[in-house]
């Protein structure tokens, strides 16, 4: 589907639903494999060491099933207040032990955001780590202007490129292929335009800055 012709509310659920089942259908696969692996193996120090894996992944998938409830849930409490802590805890719960994406809070003020607000900085998060297909670190800085905020998010990693489509749906490409691989940023692209916020990207070498900023 391209970018010229707008998803119906069907067809922008189903790529949704796709992208949702993707990110979970490899933890799913493991947990089924570590626990065949219990079932059938009689050597108990590998059964041991497979329930170590299937507790890992279990808590890799509930914290991915927490954020995209969040990022992609419903919006009917949009005006409700959301703590920052919260924010970062599903941050964290995504990146998991941050030995492939380390997020960095660069002086951060502890105000609350309105939910809107608060899942747009989730999905511009998960857009900063397909950004980084290598790992690396993601600095997320917020500013209040007049009440409202801007977000600012600098990945720094060996290999820093937009997430898919990203630059494409920004720059207005008519032949921007909008796939369960894609959605992701037209879905982050319709978020700010819905709460009159501009995306923008900005890279040199091996750094790369996505911001939103409130229009004035």
């Given at each position: 589907m391209?970018?010229?012709?707008?998803?119906?509310?069907?067809?922008?659920?189903?790529?949704?639903?796709?992208?949702?089942?993707?990110?979970?259908i490899g933890p799913i696969g493991a947990i089924c494999n570590g626990l065949e692996m219990v079932s059938s193996d009689k050597d108990t120090s590998a059964s041991f060491r497979a329930l170590d894996?299937?507790?890992?992944?279990?808590?890799?998938?509930?914290?991915?099933?927490?954020?995209?409830?969040?990022?992609?849930?419903?919006?009917?409490?949009?005006?409700s207040l959301i703590e920052l802590n919260v924010i970062q805890e599903l941050i964290q719960g995504l990146t998991g032990d941050r030995t492939k994406h380390q997020v960095v809070w660069d002086n951060i003020i502890a105000e609350p955001l309105f939910k809107i607000h608060a899942k747009l900085l989730l999905n511009l998060v998960a857009c900063a780590i397909a950004t980084l297909p290598r790992g690396g670190v993601i600095?997320?800085?917020?500013?209040?202007?007049?009440?409202?905020?801007?977000?600012?998010?600098?990945?720094?990693?060996?290999?820093?490129?937009?997430?898919?489509?990203?630059?494409?749906?920004?720059?207005?490409?008519?032949?921007t292929e909008i796939d369960?691989?894609?959605?992701?940023?037209?879905?982050?692209?319709?978020?700010?335009?819905?709460?009159?916020?501009?995306?923008?990207?900005?890279?040199?070498?091996?750094?790369?800055?996505?911001?939103?900023k409130t229009l004035m």
């Amino acid at each position: 589907m391209r970018k010229d012709v707008q998803p119906s509310d069907l067809e922008f659920a189903s790529l949704i639903s796709s992208k949702i089942c993707h990110d979970i259908i490899g933890p799913i696969g493991a947990i089924c494999n570590g626990l065949e692996m219990v079932s059938s193996d009689k050597d108990t120090s590998a059964s041991f060491r497979a329930l170590d894996i299937v507790r890992d992944v279990s808590e890799q998938l509930s914290a991915r099933l927490k954020f995209a409830r969040f990022a992609f849930g419903t919006s009917a409490l949009n005006t409700s207040l959301i703590e920052l802590n919260v924010i970062q805890e599903l941050i964290q719960g995504l990146t998991g032990d941050r030995t492939k994406h380390q997020v960095v809070w660069d002086n951060i003020i502890a105000e609350p955001l309105f939910k809107i607000h608060a899942k747009l900085l989730l999905n511009l998060v998960a857009c900063a780590i397909a950004t980084l297909p290598r790992g690396g670190v993601i600095i997320i800085e917020i500013n209040f202007i007049n009440s409202k905020p801007n977000f600012s998010l600098l990945c720094n990693g060996k290999i820093a490129q937009p997430a898919r489509g990203l630059k494409e749906l920004l720059d207005n490409a008519n032949n921007t292929e909008i796939d369960p691989f894609s959605v992701q940023a037209y879905y982050t692209l319709r978020l700010a335009n819905e709460i009159g916020m501009q995306l923008s990207i900005d890279q040199h070498s091996n750094n790369l800055q996505l911001t939103a900023k409130t229009l004035m």
